[in-house]
């Protein structure tokens, strides 16, 4: 979360969110949409571009929207509504 979170340098935040967006697990998506609801509307723009580019990477990912579905059953509020937000990303819907 720190790293996504990262205050001093906006890269950080943008390789950790394409890396976990490559890994695609539940966890690892969750962790993604827990910083989105955390993060101002800069470091968010940030991570979108590192989900953007592990979905636009040559190697397979995982489908995020799909487990965006699954987040949004999370029972935290705050990481459904970013879930949805991550699955916008994906130009598909939760």
């Not at 949409?33 to 470091?43: H, K, N, P, T």
């Not at 190697?59 to 965006?68: L, T």
């Amino acid at each position: 979360m720190g790293l996504l979170l990262d205050v001093e340098d906006t890269a950080v935040a943008r390789h950790t969110a394409e890396t976990l967006a490559r890994v695609g697990t539940l966890a690892a998506v969750r962790l993604i949409a827990l910083a989105v609801a955390r993060a101002d509307d800069s470091r968010v723009e940030w991570m979108q571009t590192g989900v953007h580019d592990a979905l636009a990477g040559p190697d397979g990912v995982p489908d995020v929207a799909a487990v965006c579905g699954q987040l949004a059953q999370d029972p935290e509020e705050a990481v459904c509504l970013a879930a949805a937000e991550i699955s916008t990303w994906t130009d598909t819907r939760c």
